[in-house]
């Protein structure tokens, strides 16, 4: 009976460790990428606090947009909404388009007079304005 018992004692100890062993890399794989996911969305959390745009003038067909926050935007990829409608790139022009940034002004030509317009950049920041 002795001899029994610790073969069953060694062998449930083997076997713990066996799985142990494939357990912990796999606990190890997750966290890191737990990690990776925190990382990019606080990167992505401070991007869109440090980001803030005001629409300034409204002139004709063209409103004025100030890049208010600290970082450079995308000018290109800029989204307008008019009236709850959302707008394609052909139907507003942005001049000048590329690089828009800090303390840095653009101008859209949205071609109407009239309305609610959303401008939104990439990460979702956005500012209103209401046309006459």
């Given at each position: 009976?002795?001899?029994?018992?610790?073969a069953?004692?060694?062998?449930?100890?083997?076997?713990?460790?066996?799985?142990?062993?494939?357990f912990?890399?796999?606990?190890?794989?997750s966290?890191?990428?737990?990690?990776?996911?925190?990382?990019?969305?606080?990167?992505?959390?401070?991007?869109?606090?440090?980001?803030?745009?005001v629409i300034?003038?409204?002139?004709?067909?063209?409103?004025?947009?100030?890049?208010?926050?600290?970082?450079?935007?995308?000018?290109s990829?800029?989204?307008?909404?008019?009236?709850?409608?959302?707008?394609?790139?052909?139907s507003?022009?942005?001049?000048?388009?590329?690089?828009?940034?800090?303390?840095a002004?653009?101008?859209?030509?949205?071609?109407?007079?009239?309305?609610?317009?959303k401008?939104?950049?990439?990460n979702?920041?956005?500012?209103?304005?209401?046309?006459?």
């Amino acid at each position: 009976m002795g001899f029994s018992t610790s073969a069953v004692v060694v062998i449930f100890t083997a076997s713990i460790m066996y799985m142990a062993s494939m357990f912990y890399p796999l606990a190890d794989m997750s966290y890191q990428q737990l990690q990776e996911a925190k990382k990019i969305s606080n990167e992505l959390w401070n991007e869109k606090l440090n980001t803030k745009i005001v629409i300034t003038k409204w002139q004709g067909n063209n409103l004025t947009v100030f890049n208010n926050g600290s970082i450079p935007l995308n000018s290109s990829k800029i989204n307008v909404i008019i009236d709850g409608i959302f707008k394609s790139s052909p139907s507003y022009t942005v001049n000048p388009s590329g690089i828009w940034p800090p303390r840095a002004s653009i101008d859209v030509n949205i071609g109407t007079g009239s309305g609610k317009v959303k401008i939104i950049v990439a990460n979702g920041a956005a500012d209103y304005y209401s046309l006459p």
